[in-house]
């Protein structure tokens, strides 16, 4: 995967006249992690669009968006419940990210986008560790 990613950020490199030099190996580490449901083509749109935002000379973590982060993170039973669930529990945790931050992190407003009673929204976001993952992310100790 480095690889790939090092030849699509040479390819934007040139489309958009930047200077991307390297992409972090913790960064790297984050886009291994991660199940990449679209596979390559998810890839290449996904390096497009941080060269193309980029202001310096390299991709970090941090550039990342936050569900490419959080699939380097594991739930808090850590149990191997098998490839099937970890797949499913990836899913369910992606889509209510992305949920979350189309509607600014507001909880009450995400539930009833996804159709869920609030109770169940917070008890997901509890059993999928949503906010303890957010907070470590972005080095909130709390």
């Not at 030849?7 to 390297?22: D, I, P």
């Not at 960064?27 to 935002?53: C, D, K, Q, S, T």
């Not at 390299?58 to 959080?70: C, S």
């Not at 600014?104 to 993952?133: F, H, Q």
């Amino acid at each position: 995967m480095p690889e790939l990613v090092r030849f699509f950020v040479r390819r934007y490199n040139a489309r958009f006249r930047k200077q991307v030099a390297e992409v972090s190996p913790g960064a790297l580490e984050m886009l291994a992690a991660y199940w990449w449901p679209g596979n390559v083509r998810e890839l290449e749109n996904l390096v497009e669009r941080l060269v193309a935002m980029s202001d310096g000379g390299w991709i970090g973590e941090d550039d990342l968006p936050l569900e490419y982060q959080m699939a380097r993170e594991e739930p808090a039973d850590g149990g191997d419940d098998g490839r099937l669930q970890r797949a499913v529990v990836t899913f369910e945790r992606n889509a209510i990210v992305k949920a979350l931050e189309r509607h600014d992190w507001n909880v009450t407003a995400t539930a009833r986008y996804l159709g869920l009673p609030l109770s169940t929204m917070k008890s997901k976001m509890e059993r999928l560790e949503i906010r303890a993952m957010t907070r470590r992310l972005r080095g909130d100790p709390s």
